[in-house]
């Protein structure tokens, strides 16, 4: 059974750093398809932040973590990560891997990771 999951979140102080890994189990398929990070914060919606291509060659991010935020994809172990840098307490959220299978579906989400940033 394919499945996501997440760690590396935690409590850090505003300035500060950290990595989030995804592991993804499983996916027979993981090399052929984009991963996805997306956050939730407290009574918003859950938001796109980084986008990495099946081979690493294409990133994309939300304006406001650009700069600040490294996805990375290692397919030999069939993991994606998410370096976090200069962290701020908006980045305050639950962080969820994500990708959509090959031909459009399945989509498949983490349990998601809590990332809380204080001041």
């Known amino acids: 059974q394919a499945q996501l999951v997440e760690s590396g979140g935690g409590l850090v102080q505003a300035g500060g750093s950290l990595r989030l890994s995804c592991a993804a189990s499983?996916?027979?398929?993981?090399?052929?398809?984009?991963m996805r990070w997306y956050r939730q914060a407290p009574g918003k919606e859950r938001e796109l932040i980084a986008y990495?291509?099946?081979?690493?060659?294409?990133?994309t991010y939300r304006s406001s973590v650009k700069g600040r935020f490294t996805i990375s994809r290692d397919n030999n172990k069939n993991m994606v990560y998410l370096e976090m840098m200069s962290l701020v307490p908006e980045d305050t959220a639950v962080y969820y891997c994500n990708t959509v299978g090959p031909g459009g579906g399945p989509d498949y989400w983490g349990q998601g990771v809590q990332v809380t940033v204080s001041s």
């Open positions: 499983g996916f027979t398929f993981f090399s052929t398809v984009g």
């Open positions: 990495i291509s099946s081979n690493g060659g294409t990133t």
